[in-house]
Nanobody, 121 residues
Framework: QVQLVESGGGLVQPGGSLRLSCAAS????????MGWYRQAPGKQRELVAT???????NYADSVKGRFTISRDNAKNTVYLQMNSLKLEDTAVYYC???????????????WGQGTQVTVSS
C-alpha cells in the first residue's frame, strides 16, 4: 500500500506565503515524477507544478515566479513553497506521484487526499 499525505495548507492573507509538504509512504521501489495540482470550487483540477526525480521542474504560467517546487528523494517528499499568494490561488491542493512499488511492476499514479489553501483578507 502506498499513501501520499499532504500537510501545510491553511488560511493566509493576500501576499502571504505557505509551504505545502507531501510525504509518500508504504511499499515503494522508486518514485519518478512528483507534482502538485489544485482544484477550485466549480473548476477542473489543474496542474500547478511538477518535478522529475532529477530535479527538472515545470510550472503553470499562473504560478511562475511565485511558487517553487522541490523534493527530497531520501525522504520521498515533495514540497511547494507558495509566495505572493493571490485570492485566485484558493483551492484544494493535491499531491501526485508516479511510483513503482517493485522492480517487476510498472508505474502507477497516486494521489493525496488534498489540503485546503484559502487566500482571503
Amino acid at each position: 500500500q502506498v499513501q501520499l499525505v499532504e500537510s501545510g495548507g491553511g488560511l493566509v492573507q493576500p501576499g502571504g506565503s505557505l509551504r505545502l509538504s507531501c510525504a509518500a509512504s508504504g511499499t515503494i521501489f522508486s518514485i519518478y515524477a512528483m507534482g502538485w495540482y489544485r482544484q477550485a470550487p466549480g473548476k477542473q483540477r489543474e496542474l500547478v507544478a511538477t518535478i522529475t526525480r532529477g530535479g527538472s521542474t515545470n510550472y503553470a504560467d499562473s504560478v511562475k515566479g511565485r511558487f517553487t517546487i522541490s523534493r527530497d528523494n531520501a525522504k520521498n517528499t515533495v514540497y511547494l513553497q507558495m509566495n505572493s499568494l493571490k485570492l485566485e490561488d484558493t483551492a484544494v491542493y493535491y499531491c501526485n506521484a508516479d511510483i513503482r512499488v517493485s522492480v517487476s511492476t510498472g508505474l502507477k499514479d497516486y494521489w493525496g487526499q488534498g489540503t485546503q489553501v484559502t487566500v482571503s483578507s
